[in-house]
């Protein structure tokens, strides 16, 4: 039997897709081997796109001065980030304050609650919670929480170290777009890169604001209607992980219904708790997030887990939130080029990285309205 001829490339196919993939291993590399580095600076970087969208918006939406948009967008954006470091630390005070009315009936609960779990599945002997206990390094995972929490502080002064330095050099943007691209097509195309990396990231941080807050806002009155202890707790909880994808809807779906095992003596609340928050997930996740997803977010589910377990892995729990909108901005980014529009081809949804104004898919060599720089 004759065998096929292989399928024939061009050389330099080959080569520039082996040069990509050397060149993706390298920068995963430095990312990994830079972490300590980086971390902070994306998180300032993420802060500062934040801050350029609430100072459009005042400037759009309320009658502060423009001149003054930038300092208010700057104060609210800070405070806000302040205000969630001090919800964090007084309820999780508030939490372990509370916690300790049921500290003495913990164990017994656990113990029953193993009890109730063994007969269901048909086992005599279960070990008690003392048991387990003596099996688990209490010192080490204490250790190690505590690390976490100063690496958590020390992060977040130098994002703030970051942050304050990015503004200051942010008035010479422009000035460095113009001297990098003096013909003004190549300028009002890479300020067109600009703008859909800008809007993909905000649009992103926007459909999980709004949907977050749908979701603690109905979560929260679920709570209270069981009387869940520290319910506010637990809707800042919720909304904080609903920024990570995958695992931020396990962690909020499950970790109320866990304590309220403990906290109530009997199964029914916890039930109440597993259904009713699953349900708000699942219609938020399935009906409400799609209908406010654009196009600039057209993202594979599996290019989403690929991103969580990648930069979770590179960046620990801060690659984590940040999964999402590097894969939006890498879409987007390898959308504008030729030879590189078949990756954001493979990272999107539906094969169409982006769609013009009439829904059709965009390539790179044809723009639609392109923004025209003012300056020359």
């Known amino acids: 039997m004759a065998m096929k001829a292989p399928i024939s490339l061009p050389t330099s196919s080959v080569a520039r897709n082996a040069l990509v993939a050397i060149a993706v291993v390298a920068m995963g590399a430095a990312v990994y081997w830079l972490r300590d580095i980086l971390t902070p600076l994306a998180m300032a970087i993420f802060l500062l796109i934040m801050i350029d969208g609430v100072k459009r918006f005042i400037e759009e939406r309320t009658p502060v001065p423009s001149h003054l948009a930038g300092a208010t967008a700057l104060i609210v954006v800070t405070l806000g980030f302040f205000a969630s470091i001090g919800i964090i630390v007084n309820g999780a005070a508030g939490f372990f304050d509370e916690a300790t009315g049921v500290t003495s ?22 070990p008690t919670a003392a048991e387990l206990m003596t099996q688990l390094d209490v010192r080490r995972y204490l250790t190690d ?38 013909d003004r097509t190549a300028r ?13 990231v905000e649009g992103y941080l926007w459909v999980q604001t709004v949907t977050g807050a749908m979701i603690c806002a109905a979560a929260w009155l679920l709570m209270r209607a069981v009387g869940l202890q ?6 800042f909880v919720i ?27 009997s199964y029914w609340p916890a039930a109440i708790l597993l259904i ?17 997803q654009g ?7 599996v290019v989403v887990l690929l991103a969580l377990a990648f930069w979770g892995k590179v960046w620990g729990v801060v690659g984590m939130f940040l999964s999402t ?7 987007a980014i390898l959308a504008e080029f030729q030879g590189s529009r078949w990756m954001a081809i493979l990272l999107s949804g539906d094969g169409e990285p982006y769609a013009d104004a009439d829904g059709e898919p965009a390539s790179p060599r044809r723009r639609v309205n392109p923004p025209q720089p003012k300056a020359d």
């Open 230 to 235: 520290n319910a506010e707790f637990w809707t």
């Open 105 to 126: 009936r913990i164990g017994p609960r656990i113990d029953q609650i193993l009890i109730d779990g063994g007969r269901l599945l048909g086992v005599d002997t279960v």
């Open 145 to 182: 929480a505590a690390m976490q929490a100063q690496g958590v502080l020390t992060g977040a002064f130098f994002v703030m170290v970051y942050l304050t330095f990015l503004l200051a050099s942010q008035s010479g943007f422009r000035r460095k777009i113009v001297g990098m691209f003096p």
């Open 239 to 265: 909304f904080v992980v609903g920024f990570i994808p995958v695992l931020g809807g396990a962690v909020a779906g499950l970790a109320p219904p866990l304590f309220a095992l403990v906290q109530f003596e």
């Open 188 to 200: 009002g195309e890479a300020l067109e890169v600009f703008q859909r990396v800008r809007g993909g």
């Open 276 to 292: 009713g928050l699953q349900s708000i997930l699942f219609i938020s996740g399935n009906i409400i997030q799609p209908r406010m």
């Open 325 to 331: 909108p590097l894969a939006v901005m890498a879409m």
């Open 295 to 301: 196009d600039n977010q057209n993202i594979d589910p």
